[in-house]
């Protein structure tokens, strides 16, 4: 399961100035309504709000997962945000988030959401893609170090 296949560079957003975590999920429900993934952004917020409810996906070292699925959604996809300050997001080793990917996939697809989110796990905990992610001068640039780095990822 390749994460570069389902966040294109368009799908980037670099040194975003949020003020806090509703405007962040407020943000990505806008970002996945004008690329297409879904019809309405405002319930594709209400269902990333009500995951964040049920527990904080920031998962740690300024990382944060949010994830929904979603009866909007046409296909699976991911946006990723690089903040340029990071925000207090109730992660659970209590530090704040700088770095947030969005998970969206289609309602009733439990297993591809569980595969994804595996898939994002393991490109997460790789050596120095938290240090790459921070440091990336464009989406672009961003989106080509993954699609290299998944390539020499084993089983990925």
């Not at 970002?31 to 904080?56: C, H, I, P």
Request: aromatic share 6%.
């Amino acid at each position: 399961m390749k994460i570069w296949k389902r966040l294109p560079a368009s799908h980037i957003f670099l040194d975003q100035d949020l003020a806090d975590k509703e405007a962040l999920l407020h943000f990505l429900a806008g970002a996945f309504f004008n690329v297409g993934v879904v019809k309405d952004a405002e319930t594709l917020y209400q269902g990333l709000r009500t995951r964040e409810e049920t527990m904080s996906t920031g998962i740690g070292n300024g990382l944060a997962l949010p994830h929904t699925a979603s009866a909007e959604a046409a296909a699976e996809s991911l946006t990723m945000v690089r903040l340029d300050r990071p925000m207090d997001y109730g992660a659970l080793d209590r530090r704040p988030v700088d770095v947030v990917i969005a998970l969206v996939v289609p309602a009733g697809n439990r297993d591809l959401h569980l595969r994804l989110l595996a898939a994002l796990s393991r490109i997460c905990r790789e050596a120095g893609f938290m240090d790459m992610v921070r440091r990336a001068p464009s989406p672009e640039a961003l989106w080509q170090h993954i699609r290299k780095l998944e390539e020499r990822i084993p089983f990925h």
